[in-house]
């Protein structure tokens, strides 16, 4: 593979990751202010850590996301898994966004929160097995573990970018700036990425899901 694609598809693979875990991670960045907006107003203590609950259920979420976008990636190709799980992830940051304060709907408030950050889970778990198989499949020979290890550097630089995002909100206007937490999200890069990785590589012929799909791909492997 020349040059040229290879970039597109190491692009394909590593934006989509730092973009969903800028998104994942910011939200820990903001949990004080989040739970002021979404949580009882009763306790300050209770907030954050029902804030810091929710952020729980993201991550327990995760695995359940690897296995159902891993398979989506299995019976569709991994662009398609990839391109879904980017959506699944910029729809709820968008939505937590929009939402209301507490003091607007009550308990809906929360429950939606949950709700979005299962979705939120359930994409950044997908998309960090889904990019990782993606490269390595198209991956030159004898650069397997290099081209697998760009998706946790990947993984660290949407961690960091959160991190400075966090850092340069953070001061007397950042309530605000957190209940419009997913409306600063980098839109046009999100559309850079999909760009992508629809046009990163071949298209690979759709064998289906099952043993018998897997077998070819094992015996195509070993050849």
């Known amino acids: 593979m020349s040059s040229t694609p290879m970039r597109r598809v190491i692009a394909a693979g590593m934006i ?25 107003h009763e306790d300050p203590v209770a907030q954050l850590l ?13 695995s359940i996301g690897g296995v159902l976008i891993g398979h989506i990636g299995d019976c569709f190709g991994r662009r ?7 959506a699944a992830m910029a729809i709820p940051t968008f939505l937590i ?15 939606a929160l949950i709700v979005l950050r299962i979705f939120q889970g359930l994409s950044v778990g997908g998309e960090y097995t889904s990019s ?3 490269l390595v499949e198209h991956a030159p020979e004898g650069g397997r573990g290099l081209m697998g290890a760009l998706v946790g550097c990947s993984t660290t630089g949407g961690i960091l970018l959160g991190s400075a ?38 298209v690979r012929p759709r064998q289906g899901c099952g043993r018998e799909a ?8 070993a050849s």
Do not use: K
């Not at 398609?80 to 980017?86: E, P, R």
């Not at 209301?100 to 429950?111: K, T």
């Not at 209940?179 to 600063?184: E, I, S, T």
């Open 16 to 40: 989509g990751n730092v973009l969903e875990w800028y998104d994942f991670a910011i939200y820990g960045y903001f949990a004080a202010q989040i739970g002021r907006q979404f949580f009882p």
């Open 50 to 62: 029902s804030a810091f609950g929710v952020l729980a259920v993201g991550y327990l979420i995760r």
């Open 80 to 86: 398609a898994a990839l391109t879904f799980s980017v």
């Open 97 to 111: 966004g929009l939402l209301p304060g507490y003091a607007s709907i009550g308990l809906l408030v929360p429950i």
């Open 132 to 134: 990782m198989v993606f």
């Open 165 to 202: 995002v966090g850092a340069g909100f953070a001061g007397e206007h950042v309530s605000r700036s957190a209940r419009q937490l997913g409306l600063a999200h980098p839109v046009p890069a999100r559309a850079a990425g999909g760009g992508c990785r629809l046009h990163s590589a071949p």
């Open 214 to 221: 897997q077998a070819r791909s094992d015996r195509r492997d």
